[in-house]
């Protein structure tokens, strides 16, 4: 299924944010970057709707908001941005996970959780 289809159910499992301030923590971020895939009308409603601002890559050559901008903060880490990109490039090194081969959800849960292990693992070798 293509993301676009699921960025609704995306968009309300996400868990409330800390901003700094005080007072109850906002339960949406404030805009969302995201690349062609998700420049339709749905998507962009839907974002709407909850109060977020969509910055979206326009289809097509060029434009206010082209993919080259965008990736600007594809990869930056902000208290309001959720950092996806980054951590799917690092799973998708692994193939099992990249291709999912089993056919039983629990099998396919143990594989994530062993591969998000050994990423931080590297992180912490990387680190000292």
Same mark, same amino acid.
């Given at each position: 299924?293509?993301?676009?289809?699921?960025l #609704?159910?995306? @968009? /309300?499992?996400i !868990? !409330?944010?800390? /901003? +700094? %301030? *005080?007072?109850?923590?906002?339960?949406? *971020?404030?805009? @969302?970057?995201v690349?062609? +895939?998700?420049?339709?009308?749905?998507c &962009?409603?839907?974002?709407? #709707?909850?109060?977020?601002? *969509? &910055?979206?890559?326009?289809?097509?050559?060029?434009?206010? #908001?082209?993919?080259? %901008?965008? +990736?600007r =903060?594809?990869?930056v880490?902000?208290?309001v /941005?959720?950092v996806v990109?980054?951590?799917?490039s690092?799973?998708?090194? =692994? &193939?099992?996970l990249?291709?999912?081969? #089993?056919?039983?959800?629990?099998?396919?849960q143990? =594989? @994530?959780?062993l591969?998000?292990?050994?990423?931080?693992?590297?992180? @912490? %070798?990387?680190?000292?």
């Open positions: 299924m293509h993301d676009s289809k699921m #609704e159910a995306a @968009l /309300n499992a !868990p !409330p944010v800390r /901003n +700094g %301030r *005080p007072g109850r923590p906002r339960s949406r *971020p404030d805009k @969302l970057h690349d062609k +895939g998700y420049d339709y009308a749905t &962009r409603q839907a974002l709407k #709707e909850r109060g977020i601002e *969509p &910055r979206i890559a326009r289809r097509g050559v060029g434009g206010v #908001e082209w993919s080259e %901008r965008l +990736g =903060f594809r990869w880490h902000t208290r /941005n959720v990109e980054r951590t799917m690092w799973l998708n090194r =692994f &193939r099992r990249r291709v999912r081969y #089993e056919q039983h959800a629990d099998t396919h143990a =594989f @994530l959780s591969a998000c292990a050994l990423v931080c693992v590297k992180q @912490l %070798r990387r680190l000292t």
